[in-house]
């Protein structure tokens, strides 16, 4: 096992309604699952490969509970990346070099059976996580826009967070409100649903903790 390890952020928007039941051990509450994700690494290396700076994102299509299996994904890699950093993202990615189950890239990948073509381009994305903000921007795939979740009376911004202290993708999310549209092999269209802006800190064990 090569070991990686990386810093980011990132914006995950899915269909589910704004606490996303995935998080509690439950089935989604649309009976599906269709997500989309982009993840700023800030920091990071592949062995001896750094990953500084480089971006990731994938869309994923589940026609059930996450853990049922049978789902759909393609995943993007920053067009910036050399041979080598788009083989260690990609491998990252797809759940190699990694304890088993330890990260939902891990998790993820263990529960698709297409997996498209990876998709080498340019990768926008403007993430606040304690805003609440950002966007996913993938030219001819991914257009997502994330916001905070808003009072229904007064119209205020409302802030609220979902803490795991054993999860496998965050410590903590900040809890927003997102939609997105995509094209290509993977189609996927929600509104104002789910929207998860988290730092990550992420190895081949699992989640970092301080």
Known sequence: ??????????LVNCTCEYGCNCQFNALPDKGHCHAVAGIQIDEGHHGETALDGLRIAAIFKWPGAIHEG?????????ENA???QRNALLRIMTGQDTD?????FAVYASTVTKMNEPVFTKIDLDLDIDGRKGRIFVKDYIETVGEPIRNK????????QIVLPNGFEYAVAEIGSASSTTSGPVQVTTKD????FARLHLNNHGVVRA
């Open 193 to 196: 649903s789910y929207g998860q």
């Open 70 to 78: 049978n789902g759909e994904a393609i995943a993007f890699v920053d």
């Open 82 to 84: 050399t041979e080598r």
């Open 153 to 160: 009376v007064t119209g205020a911004d409302s802030r609220a």
């Open 1 to 10: 096992m090569t070991s990686w390890e990386i810093k980011g952020r990132e």
């Open 100 to 104: 088993p189950f330890a990260t939902m």
